[in-house]
């Protein structure tokens, strides 16, 4: 696997743009890397693999549960309307205690917002996906400032909340220094978390097909679908439980991104279980957002939306590979 060029390194986004302190470290009582007078710099040359502040080894695994789109994405399960749907997914997360983030289309919110409404009320937290899911590395950028603006102040309007956490759509935080920037400063005028992700998961790849199956009758086909989605999670799961201990050394507390669709409504429960039985607690975003892994700097500046794992210095982009391939793989199950 070919290693990235000290050139490359050169490029971390965050050194460029002088973001030294985005708002996470705000809560961060640690000194920061970029907090080290000059003096104790070494030379950009010899940059040492990232040093990270051991996390508490008996907290781990654990895994703060995510969960796009909101408030709903792709085809309903048949028989179900969208509230049922949706209350299908905040019982399986009671069952397992589990309190979530759940990140939001504003433009897709239909008056009065019920869906919403009952993922407050069941407790859990809402987050800002901007309210047109605009992608950063192909929208005009002032106007992707402006809709995530937008939802920014809808949901606070909402909640009640300042700091509504966001989450960029696609993963994509800006393939250019000019739109990498406006990302950054959108969010840090809204005052907004980042809410990376550790784990991510196709489930997308798989999710209309899942419904096409159920709508023709075919239970079988369907089975074979959401068996591959639960267990392309636990895979995925695992591949970036052993990325975390190659890049840093030990297990971090991980971000999965989840999607409201079909496949979440069906087998969320049943998924929670068995990631318990891997030994994963589920703790809440601002708790995961306390491991010092996500305090370390993005060094990605490119078109993939990957997993924060491989945008950690040095950025490691080619790993992406094992995602491209479990999709494919997903794809042809699906197919
Ligand atoms: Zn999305």
Redesign the pocket.
């Known amino acids: 696997m070919h290693r990235r060029t000290t050139q490359l390194r050169h490029r971390s986004p965050a050194r460029m743009l002088g973001l030294a302190l985005i708002p996470l470290l705000a809560a961060c009582p640690e000194p920061q890397p970029d907090m080290r007078p000059p003096t104790e710099q070494p030379a950009a040359e010899v940059r040492p693999e990232p040093r990270v502040a051991p996390a508490p080894e008996r907290d781990l695994p654990a895994m703060a549960i995510t969960v ?2 909101l408030p709903w ?1 792709g085809p309903l399960p048949p028989g179900m309307s969208r509230l049922e749907a949706t209350d299908s997914i905040l019982a399986a997360l009671a069952a397992h205690d589990a309190t979530a983030t759940a ?1 939001v ?1 504003c433009d897709r919110v239909p008056p009065g917002a019920p869906v919403l409404r009952r993922w407050l009320q069941a407790g859990h937290q809402l987050g800002n ?1 901007t309210s047109g ?1 605009l992608d950063l590395n192909r929208a005009d950028p002032a106007a992707w400032a402006a809709d995530a603006m937008s939802c920014d102040a809808f949901l606070r309007e909402l909640t009640g909340h300042d700091a509504i956490p966001f ?1 960029y ?2 993963l994509h935080r800006g393939h250019t220094v000019e739109r990498y920037r406006v990302g950054r400063e959108t969010i840090d005028a809204m005052s907004a978390p980042v809410a990376p992700v550790t784990i991510e998961s196709l489930d997308w790849v798989m999710n209309n097909d899942y419904v096409a199956a159920l709508q023709a009758g075919d239970q079988a086909r369907a089975r074979t679908i959401a068996d591959a989605y639960i267990d392309h999670i636990l895979r995925a799961s695992s591949h970036y439980q052993q990325v975390a201990g190659e890049r840093l050394g030990r297990d971090v507390a991980h971000i999965i991104l989840l ?1 409201a669709n079909a496949l979440l409504a069906h087998n969320l429960r049943h998924l929670l279980r068995l990631l318990a039985q891997e030994g994963f607690r589920f703790i809440t975003l601002e708790a995961a957002l306390r491991d010092p892994v996500y305090h370390l700097d993005d060094d990605y500046l490119g078109p993939l939306g990957i997993s924060w794992l491989y945008r950690i210095p040095p950025a490691a982009p080619e790993l992406f590979q094992w995602d491209r391939a479990e999709r494919d793989r997903l794809r042809a199950l699906a197919r």
Do not use: A, G, S
Request: hydrophobic letters at 20%.
């Open positions: 796009d789109d994405v990140f289309n996906h899911h989450r759509p696609y999607h």
